[in-house]
């Protein structure tokens, strides 16, 4: 039989006599069964060893989106602009996505317009209430925090108890002065200020709908709503010596109970009823609930206005030392356009829409064009600095909560982060912490700035400081607020506001250098988050700094 006879396999001219040739060569005399036996056996080792090669780039490219996915965390205490800075981020670098997400902001807007409404009917009331019992406005309680020391209730002792030791003699003197009781002649309101009372009323259950449907970070924390005593500024200085890193547990914890998901219920469901009808909600609940605030809201457009610009009001939000959220005058100014039926947010708008962050919030940022997109925005110096296309890659942001109570859950993130952007309040040298009166709010930054700049867990951190709220520093100074009132060391130098920010900027550069384990370079940028083209353009430069550091760090460049 031709098939069980044994063939010489003619020998190729071309073939060496390496050993792996004479390894690989078929044996001298092969029957067809043997070839066929032979054939079939390459063949299934070709498809594994394809397999494995196949395997092997998934798995090289997967490496390699895992070192592009810089994660990034925004760290500072309550309202210092840490989600204001991550809209920013999405509209400078994902435009797209935000202009699909803006309109989901407009229950925000609407709660935090309506909520300042209230606020002040709550004063006028007490207002009108105590002069009808006699004028005494002593019991008086302001319900939104006050940017005014409560008269003569607290001392820099109290203050410096609450420093948990660790503030240098130097940074100790940074502190403030209470301002002293005054007495003013009653205010006299008439029975239009009644009336308006009565027809702004509906508001009322407007705020309570919209907080049931915004959910728990439409409610401020305050001193009532927390334990002061079990508080301190930085829950996640844990005791790390800098042996062994925590990874592992940590992110364990942190996947299972710290992270939230990025889009909140509200915006879910919000977003399906002011998309296109085909997207409508099933539920006609939500839509009712949501076209019935807007509705009620845009029948008291002209008494909304009324009540901001009545000056005894204003006169009575002055006395009372009433602050009403730093986005309040905007609203007010633009309340024909929010109080409308067919009001769709701005970028303005929702930049200046206030929710509170609820724990730690993971954002994924895809950018959609690169950075080289970004050149014609640049002085061209700095063109050959920039790194390489990367439109379509991924940054994973982690926006926290800021205030104490809320502290606690940062530290899981801080293993494996590559870059911080701290955000410290320059405005708020004269205010205190919602949650913790006693604590002045300018030195609650530094003592987190600290605390953030001397961590070994973040060593190999890049660290930005954006020393934020610029624009309402310079109001503040303009309105006559004196600065070394506040901050007794900053003694004779003049009270304005490039010289006040230059002062603050040399204090925290001054703690990065003296703290940090390793020496690192100190970033620091004045900011006003709000304005969205000069914000812009200082996160182009942070991207491409950021980016720069992480592939020199992971040895690409
Ligand atoms: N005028 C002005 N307002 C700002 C600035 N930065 C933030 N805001 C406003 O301040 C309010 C608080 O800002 P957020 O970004 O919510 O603060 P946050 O740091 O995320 O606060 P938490 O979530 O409580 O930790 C919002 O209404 C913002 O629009 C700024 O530079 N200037
Ligand atoms: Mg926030």
């Known amino acids: 039989m031709l098939s ?59 490496m390699k989106k895992k070192r592009s996915d810089i994660k990034l965390l925004l760290l500072g205490q309550s309202e210092s602009g840490k989600s204001t800075t991550l809209k920013n981020f999405q509209l400078t670098f994902a435009p797209k996505a935000w202009r699909e997400e803006r309109t989901s902001w407009r229950a925000v807007i609407q709660f935090n317009l309506v909520r300042s409404v209230n606020t002040i009917l709550d004063v006028l009331s007490k207002e009108m209430l105590s002069a009808l019992g006699g004028g005494s406005t002593a019991h008086l309680n302001i319900a939104q925090s006050s940017s005014r020391p409560p008269s003569g209730s607290w001392s820099m002792d109290a203050l410096d ?32 200020h009644s009336l308006l009372k009565l027809r702004l009323a509906p508001l009322r259950s407007v705020e309570c709908d919209l907080k049931t449907f915004l959910g728990a970070g439409s409610t401020e924390v305050t001193a009532s709503t927390s334990d002061i ?43 399906m009823h002011t998309g296109s009808s085909k997207t409508r909600p099933s539920s006609p609940k939500a839509g009712l609930d949501l076209d ?43 309340v024909d356009r929010i109080a409308n039926r067919k009001y769709e947010p701005s970028d303005d708008d929702v930049l200046r829409a206030r929710l509170r962050t609820l724990g730690v919030q993971e954002h994924k940022l895809v950018f959609e064009h690169s950075a080289d997109e970004g050149r014609s925005r640049l002085p061209t110096t700095d063109l050959d600095l920039l790194p390489s296309a990367d439109a379509g890659s991924t940054w994973c942001i982690y926006d926290v909560g800021g205030s104490r109570t809320s502290r606690a859950a940062w530290l899981p993130f801080f293993d494996d982060a590559h870059a911080i952007l701290f955000l410290a309040p320059i405005n708020c040298f004269d205010e205190q912490l919602a949650e913790d009166p006693r604590v002045n709010r300018l030195q609650d930054s530094m003592i987190l700035w600290k605390s953030i700049v001397s961590s070994k867990l973040l060593t190999g951190c890049s660290i930005v400081l954006f020393l934020n709220k610029y624009d309402l520093l310079v109001k503040k100074l303009q309105s006559g607020v004196q600065a070394r009132d506040f901050v007794t060391n900053y003694g004779d130098r003049e009270n304005d506001a490039a010289v006040f920010a230059k ?42 700094g950021i980016l720069r550091e992480h592939l020199k760090k992971a040895e690409i460049v």
């Open 4 to 62: 069980s006879l044994r063939m010489p396999v003619p020998r190729l001219s071309n073939e060496g006599d390496d050993p792996l040739s004479i390894f690989m060569k078929p044996p001298p005399y092969e029957t067809d069964e043997e070839r066929t036996d032979r054939l079939r056996r390459e063949a299934e080792e070709k498809r594994v060893s394809d397999q494995i090669d196949e395997y092997i780039k998934a798995e090289r490219a997967a």
């Open 161 to 192: 108890a609450n420093l948990d030791g660790n503030f240098s003699s130097d940074d100790e003197q940074e502190v403030y002065q209470p301002i002293p009781a005054s007495t003013f002649p009653p205010l006299k309101f008439t029975s239009s």
């Open 229 to 271: 005593s079990q508080m301190v500024a930085t829950p996640f200085d844990i005791d790390y010596r800098g042996s062994a890193p925590p990874s592992a547990s940590l992110t364990r914890r942190r996947t299972n109970e710290f992270a939230v998901r990025s889009h909140a219920a509200w915006k879910r469901s919000l977003g």
């Open 292 to 334: 019935g605030a807007t509705e009620v809201i845009a029948g008291c457009k002209d008494d909304i206005k009324m009540l901001w610009h009545d000056p005894l009001i204003q006169e009575l939000l002055k006395r009372r030392g009433v602050k009403l959220g730093d986005s309040a005058a905007y609203y007010f100014h633009h």
């Open 503 to 544: 002062y603050m900027r040399g204090k925290f550069k001054t703690l990065l250098k003296d703290l940090s384990p390793k020496p690192r370079p100190f970033y620091g940028f004045l900011t006003s988050v709000i304005d969205q083209q000069n914000t812009g353009l200082t996160l182009s430069y942070l991207r491409d």
